[in-house]
């Protein structure tokens, strides 16, 4: 039985500069930093961060979570992100965004106001 998402994992070429960004951008340090893995809770779920690996934007497609997608947006690209698709809006109200973060990974936004975190288990 799948229980649903818990963790996204990120390969990067460098370990300590892709866990210096994603601490400013998720604004947190990692509760787990080892040299084989960073990990970050977010939101009750996990973004980790797997040294060694070859970065893509076109392997899996995992959005996260905003309340203001224009700003979270913006704050990705002003700190060193590259647009891959800007803010659009796919009905019912909900936006989406992604950009590749500087290691070359498909970081994903999404402003669902259908999302009710209280179905989340």
């Known amino acids: 039985m799948i229980l649903g998402l818990r963790t996204v994992i990120y390969p990067v070429n460098d370990l300590n500069k892709a866990k210096d960004w994603y601490s400013q951008v998720l604004e947190m340090k990692p509760y787990f930093d080892q040299p084989f893995y960073v990990g970050f809770r977010v939101g009750g779920f996990e973004l980790g961060l797997l040294p060694q690996g070859e970065s893509s934007t076109d392997g899996s497609q995992l959005l996260w979570g905003v309340v203001d997608i224009e700003n979270a947006f913006q704050r990705l690209l002003d ?43």
């Open 79 to 121: 700190l060193g992100a590259q647009s891959l698709e800007p803010v659009s809006d796919v009905g019912e109200g909900i936006r989406v965004a992604s950009v590749k973060d500087p290691f070359g990974n498909r970081f994903g936004l999404i402003q669902n106001p259908n999302f009710n975190p209280k179905q989340v288990k």
